[in-house]
Structures are given as structure tokens and as C-alpha cells.
């Protein structure tokens, strides 16, 4: 399989992003009956009707996918597209998965922020933590890369904050931490593979074209 033939392919983020696309597509025509099924575990649907392939990959792959051109189109958070940092076009805010990136910690981790401290920063997202502490603010800090929970990171003594998607703030408030600053607004969008724009650039406008009408 390659994506350079007559299918659309997509990459999608396997879960909650997945279905809030398909929901999407659905409302534009595009509409894969076969990926409906909650029960099965198969990973690339086809729908002929419509000329379009979907697969189902873990989120960080998505960006992988889409520039080596495996796919021609992903949909994925923009946490994802910044910490994978892939040579894709990021073409559509799908508006929906929307959250922020946040340093959060204990109250009492602002002042070691205000006076920049080398401080312990834990994160899932380690080149997000970076490109901030480093570029943006100019502080050093030592990052350690976790892989989910991050929240503990603080609480049992392992970091002074974390960096973290922050969507309700029900996680923070129920172990006692706050946000101290934000990064940045994150949503669901759309990337395409920069080869594919010129192979298939009619038919991916016009995707384009009516999700934004419908969004
Ligand atoms: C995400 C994020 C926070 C939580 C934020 O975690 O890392 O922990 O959601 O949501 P809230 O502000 O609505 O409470 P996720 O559920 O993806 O699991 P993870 O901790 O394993 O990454």
C-alpha cells in the first residue's frame, strides 16, 4: 500500500478523536460503515464508494504516518503535532478536543517560577517543556519524561511542576494542584502530507472547503 494511488488515505488517533472525525465526515458524505463496529479490532477500513481509506494508529504515530506519506491526511491533537515535530502542513482547527497546555504544580511551586529556579519539570510531553522553559522563558530546567499520571510527579516528590493538558481542571483540583502558567490552546487538526497537497491537492481543498462550511 502505498497513499500516492486513488485512495485519500487517513490517519486517525485511535479513540475519542477518531469518533469525533468519523461524526464529522459522516456530515459531509464521507462514511465508513465497517469502523462503526465498537467490537472489532481491525485497524484499516476502505470505503470504495467514497474513495477513502482510514486507519486507526496510536495519536504520537499519526504525524509519523502522514510525513513519510503512509497516509496523505492525519488527524490528530495539537500537543502531538508540536512534541512530534514532523514535516507536515497543518491545514484545519477541527475545534473540538479542546484543552490547554499548562505548567500546573502546588501554589507554593509559583514563587520557585517567578524567580527562576532550576526546577524539576515532569512531562509527557518533554520537547513542549523545553521549547518553553528554554526559548520562552529562559530558564534552565531538568525535564523528566513520564508517561501518563503525570499529576503524581508533584505529589510524591519527583518534579516542582508538570507540564500537562489541562481540559476540566477536575484532575488538578482532586490532587491539590493548580495551574501556575499557560502554554497554549490545543484542539483537534488537521495535517496533510506536503506531497500529497500537490498530488492531491483538488480533492483535499475540497474536504477542506466543506469542513469549514460545516464547522
Ligand atoms: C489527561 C491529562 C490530564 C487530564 C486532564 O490525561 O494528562 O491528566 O487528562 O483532564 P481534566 O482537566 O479534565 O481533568 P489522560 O486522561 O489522557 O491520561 P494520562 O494521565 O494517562 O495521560
Known sequence: MNSYDDYLTFALGKGRLSNKTMELFEKIGISCEEMKDPS?????????????????SKGPDVPTYVEYG???????????????????YEILDLGFGKCRMCVCGPESASEKLLHHER???????????KEYFNNKKNQTVDIIKLNGSVELGPIVGLADVIVDIVETGSTLRENGLTVLEEICPLSARMIVNPVSMQLKGDRIRELVIKLKELL
Request: aromatic share 8%; charged share 30%.
Open 40 to 56: 472489532s479490532r481491525k485497524l484499516i477500513f476502505t470505503s470504495e464508494d467514497t474513495k477513502t481509506r482510514f486507519f486507526l
Open 70 to 88: 503512509a497516509a496523505d491526511i492525519g488527524v490528530v491533537g495539537r500537543d502531538t503535532i508540536l512534541e512530534e515535530n514532523r514535516n507536515v
Open 119 to 129: 526546577i524539576r519539570v515532569a512531562s509527557k510531553y518533554p520537547v513542549i517543556a
